[in-house]
């Protein structure tokens, strides 16, 4: 489904990804884990397609197409999503506007008709009840004054919406209580099948417990240092990462 | 001949041709002297150092519309908010169509300048309220009071409400190359009372046409006055507003302004709070591109104690297109306990677009609540990613960003058409198709 390959990419002539290779197939869970400054935001941003990151070198491929040329919305379209670390707040915009317009615009992209109200009310019923959110806090501004746990239901939320094909989970745990936790995992669960793929990024083992990984990648300095199966994330929970740091130098 | 001078002497010819009483005319000779000494203000006077009438002086404006417009009900239908639920005060080039409109007596009085000008019947409320608020100092009012003849006359007695919202419509049928216009509105609304007024200008053509307006509005002790200014015209009329609100105790006076049209608007927005707990809100709209000009100036006198006043203006800039807001408070050194807000928030979404925001605040008590703010900025690059990333093309991205931006003024928007009419002329002027109202 997505194919990585020597990926290199800056921000204002400063390069933070060196050379990425990742392939994800349908029907997987990856995590990506590595210490702050890795490079994990930046490589869900540059799968996602934010254009101030440039792709030097290398490229991203979903379903065996270069997305260089692709905007975010073309990519969200072909059903990239990207649950952000810090979720953007819009006033004046409500949860429920924010999703019909988002749902309705991928609908037209495929050539289809707007989803009618009855529908689309009833998705957000059901969806909004799988992952415990009030129905008063679909009528309230995006993300206005939304808790940190608040902010990341609300964007897996949108992930239940919208049924991406490739799902990137950037830091989701954070800012999460265990219950909270508990809610939005099983709701990623729910969504996964064989069809579609999730990208986990993470800095703590925890998440994995929930959301169980079929490999583990390691970032260190815009790297992929060192790749397994789920239990390195336990091995990196005990060990942390300056064994492996010091592999890389290597 | 210049404007100003064609004005001087078309003076004499009107004064000689109107039936008036000689209060009025007093009225008027004064006004006049007044323009003759000012003449037009330039751009070395503070108040309008941004906006330059200089070019509108040059058009060679026809002053007295030739001949009796009309105009199919068919042709106009789309600029009137309802069909049915409001009455109607309309005017082709200047002159009341009664075909058009609809007017009442029925317990209120829903009519027109020029009857309440000349028949005795309204001579005790054009004596008591007639250029009593309005500036004798601004020559541009000065000017309309000197012309004042036509407009809307709205009198709304004690513990009344009438039954549906007043329309005030000027049409501008461009069978004049040029046209000049200045209506006269007085509204008066008496303790208890209650009312809502529309008011728009709308030009059928390209051709050229100013309007001087003038509207004088009185609100007694705990009348509750709504008054929305839609100015969506054609980018070949220009627009001056003068309005001026004498408020007594605890009356609410608020005023929209939603600004999207035009050449070059400037609107002249005065509140003088003449009583204590009284409320005044002035909040606007501005959506511009092209070359237009849109010129915000507001007053708010706090006179008494205990009073509120609340602005909260959003512009957005594209293109060439310039703005101005500039609101000035002042509070008394009796008035304590004052309440005094303004923000003015503005987003420029092209590199040539220009705002010149100015707070004006002078305070002469101490016991006050003042607060004002000003932001010029453009918009967030991460949230229009965020949006992006779920699918909502950048534009549409945009558009809503913009419509979320504008959306506090109009939620006290109290007519709901109103709301939904507003929503889609935004949405018209950003180039979108929302699925939805704000």
Same mark, same amino acid.
């Given at each position: 489904m997505l194919k990585i390959k020597n990926l290199h990419a800056s921000v204002e002539g400063k390069e933070i990804l060196k050379g990425i290779n990742l392939e994800v197939k349908a029907g997987e869970v990856h995590a990506i884990m590595g210490p702050n400054g890795s490079g994990k935001s930046t490589l869900s941003a540059v799968i996602a397609g934010k254009e101030e990151f440039e792709v030097t070198e290398g490229s991203v491929e979903l379903e065996g197409e270069d997305l260089e040329e692709v905007s975010p919305e073309e990519r969200a379209h072909k059903g990239v999503f990207l649950s952000f670390q810090y979720p953007i707040e819009i006033p004046g915009v409500s949860v429920t506007n924010f999703i019909k317009t988002a749902i309705n615009e991928s609908r037209k992209a495929r050539g289809l008709e707007d989803m009618p109200a009855n529908e689309m009310l009833k998705l957000i019923r059901e969806k909004s009840e799988m992952l415990d959110i009030d129905r008063k806090f679909m009528s309230r501004s995006l993300n206005e004054g939304f808790s940190g746990g608040e902010k990341k239901r609300n964007e897996i939320f949108q992930m239940a919406m919208l049924e991406p094909k490739l799902a990137i989970l950037d830091e989701t745990d954070s800012g999460l209580d265990i219950d909270a936790l508990r809610i939005v995992s099983n709701g990623v669960n729910k969504l996964k099948s064989k069809d579609n793929a999730v990208i986990v990024i993470t800095h703590y083992q925890r998440l994995l417990e929930y959301i169980v990984p079929d490999f583990v990648h390691v970032l260190h300095n815009g790297k992929i240092v060192k790749s397994g199966g789920k239990e390195l994330a336990v091995e990196l929970e005990e060990k942390g990462y300056d064994w492996l740091k010091n592999e890389a130098v290597v | 001949m210049d404007l100003k001078d064609k004005l001087i002497s078309s003076f004499m010819a009107f004064e000689s041709n109107v039936d008036i009483e000689n209060?009025?005319?007093?009225?008027?000779?004064?006004?006049?002297?007044?323009?003759?000494?000012?003449?037009?203000?330039?751009?070395?006077?503070?108040?309008?150092?941004?906006?330059?009438?200089?070019?509108?002086?040059?058009? #060679?404006?026809?002053?007295?519309?030739?001949?009796?417009?009309?105009?199919?009900?068919? #042709?106009?239908?789309?600029?009137?908010?309802?069909?049915?639920?409001?009455?109607?005060?309309?005017?082709? /080039?200047?002159?009341?169509?009664?075909?058009?409109?609809?007017?009442?007596?029925?317990?209120?009085?829903?009519?027109?300048?020029?009857?309440?000008?000349?028949?005795?019947?309204?001579?005790?409320? @054009?004596?008591?309220?007639?250029?009593?608020?309005?500036?004798? /100092?601004?020559?541009?009012?000065? +000017?309309?009071?000197?012309f004042s003849r036509e407009g809307a006359y709205i009198y709304i007695p004690k513990n009344k409400m009438p039954k549906k919202p007043v329309e005030i419509i000027h049409f501008a049928t461009g069978n004049e190359a040029s046209l000049l216009l200045q209506p006269r509105n007085l509204i008066v609304v008496e303790e208890n009372a209650e009312l809502q007024v529309i008011e728009r200008h709308q030009s059928l053509t390209s051709n050229e046409v100013l309007t001087n307006s003038v509207t004088e509005i009185f609100a007694a002790d705990s009348a509750i006055v709504d008054y929305y200014k839609i100015q969506n015209d054609s980018e070949s009329a220009s627009f001056i507003d003068n309005t001026y609100i004498d408020q007594k105790n605890k009356s609410v006076v608020k005023v929209h302004t939603f600004s999207f049209g035009g050449k070059l608007t400037r609107n002249n927005l005065n509140f003088y709070q003449n009583g204590e707990y009284i409320d005044s809100t002035m909040k606007g709209v501005t959506i511009i591109g092209n070359k237009q000009h849109v010129d915000h100036h507001t007053l708010v006198h706090h006179i008494e104690p205990n009073c509120e006043s609340h602005q909260d203006y959003k512009g957005i800039y594209g293109e060439n297109s310039t703005g101005v807001f500039?609101?000035? @408070?002042?509070? /008394?050194? @009796?008035?304590?306990?004052?309440?005094?807000?303004?923000?003015?928030?503005?987003?420029?979404?092209?590199?040539?677009?220009?705002?010149?925001?100015?707070?004006?605040?002078?305070?002469?008590?101490?016991?006050?609540?003042?607060?004002?703010?000003?932001? @010029?900025?453009? +918009? #967030?690059?991460?949230?229009?990613?965020?949006?992006?990333?779920?699918?909502?093309?950048?534009?549409?991205?945009?558009?809503?960003?913009?419509?979320?931006?504008?959306?506090?003024?109009?939620?006290?928007?109290?007519?709901?058409?109103?709301?939904?009419?507003i929503n889609k002329i935004i949405a018209k002027k950003l180039g979108v198709n929302l699925g939805f109202d704000l």
């Open positions: - | 209060s009025v005319h007093d009225v008027r000779t004064e006004a006049m002297k007044n323009f003759e000494l000012k003449g037009f203000p330039t751009k070395k006077e503070e108040a309008w150092k941004y906006t330059s009438l200089k070019g509108l002086q040059k058009i #060679d404006f026809s002053i007295f519309p030739k001949e009796e417009n009309a105009l199919e009900y068919k #042709d106009v239908k789309k600029y009137f908010l309802h069909e049915i639920d409001s009455y109607k005060i309309v005017f082709i /080039d200047g002159i009341y169509s009664s075909y058009l409109s609809e007017t009442t007596h029925d317990g209120v009085d829903i009519c027109l300048m020029s009857s309440a000008l000349t028949k005795p019947m309204y001579k005790p409320v @054009i004596d008591v309220y007639f250029n009593k608020v309005a500036s004798k /100092d601004e020559s541009l009012t000065s +000017l309309n009071t000197a500039n609101g000035k @408070i002042i509070v /008394d050194k @009796i008035a304590q306990k004052t309440n005094a807000f303004q923000q003015n928030n503005n987003v420029l979404v092209s590199d040539k677009a220009t705002i010149n925001s100015k707070p004006q605040l002078e305070i002469f008590a101490d016991d006050v609540k003042c607060s004002h703010g000003c932001t @010029i900025g453009q +918009l #967030d690059e991460d949230a229009l990613f965020y949006m992006q990333s779920r699918g909502i093309p950048k534009k549409e991205a945009r558009a809503l960003l913009m419509y979320a931006f504008a959306n506090n003024v109009l939620a006290s928007v109290r007519i709901p058409e109103l709301k939904t009419r």
